[in-house]
């Protein structure tokens, strides 16, 4: 892991999409859940997988596909703590 740089969980993304970004979790098979949020006046659909640590670009895929845009999401954790 390089200096800066947070790694996230699987769990640990799904907590801040329920959290701060309102998404709720509506499935599960194996270990990738979909989830279900509203993002820009859309209704948005994403798939977290449940692994120990995402890939950075794994979670900028994740954050894409949710409408949610890295700096927001990097100043949701932040405040988390």
Do not use: N, W, Y
Request: aromatic share 4%; glycine share 12%.
């Amino acid at each position: 892991m390089s200096k800066g740089r947070k790694v996230f969980s699987g769990d640990q993304v799904i907590s801040l999409l329920t959290r701060k970004f309102g998404f709720e979790r509506i499935s599960q098979k194996g270990s990738h859940v979909k989830m279900r949020g509203e993002a820009r006046g859309r209704t948005m659909i994403t798939i977290v997988p449940l692994h120990k640590e995402l890939a950075v670009g794994t979670l900028h895929g994740v954050l894409e596909l949710a409408g949610i845009a890295k700096k927001e999401f990097l100043a949701a954790a932040r405040k988390k703590r």
